[in-house]
């Protein structure tokens, strides 16, 4: 990613509002961050391809793609991007966006319509617990084997086994959801048929490299209406 000369903490503000959007660069720019604006999704994963960012404000309710799967494609991703905190913003009077935005990685909400001041607040506080706290772990125990989410490599008693692009795609979005559901559309990675069952087909190439018993997982489960889920020690 590209690095910028500019010590201020950058921030990311995601909002397909105009109004909010640039309220908020305007207000952030003026407390000493240095502030970039994306109005969709997409625009801010160009951005996220090309910058690192401190801390991404995000809102929920966008066109296209919303902020929750937004956020959990962020927590997919490997490294510093992964692992950049997350502020969502809820309409106010829906618990069940900002519940999901918190069980997906959001490090903190914040209801519409706020006072700016109170959104500072919360992204300093943000901030500093973010840098306070360890760094993430990096490896999951899977039994004899383990799994390295920053590489993207699998070990069995020590030695590598070989995955494919998808298949540590697939393994390291179920790792950053331990112990929760995951959909299948959210395990289509983009090497993946989307329309057929080729994450099916990972799965069980996958129970083949990691269970003892592949026809009775331990690990790599599945949850019937929903998708997999990881269990790892």
Known sequence: MMAVDDDRR????????NRIRDLLKEYLTRKGFRVSTAAEAAGARRLLSALCFDLLIVDVMMPGEDGLSLTRWLRSLA???GAAPVLILTARGQPD????????GADDYLAKPFDPEELVLRVE????????APPAARQVKLGRCVFDTGRGELYADGAAVRLTESEAHLLRVLARAAHAAVDR???VGANTDAGGR???IQVTRLRRKIEADPA????LRT????GYMLTPD
């Open 223 to 226: 949850v019937r209406g929903r």
């Open 97 to 104: 966006d900002r519940i999901e935005g918190l069980r997906l």
């Open 79 to 81: 490294g510093e991007a």
């Open 10 to 17: 950058h921030l990311l503000v995601i909002d397909d509002d």
């Open 185 to 187: 559309l959210d395990l």
């Open 216 to 219: 009775n997982p331990r690990y």
């Open 198 to 200: 080729a994450v099916d």
């Open 125 to 132: 506080a943000i901030l500093r617990r973010a840098a306070q």
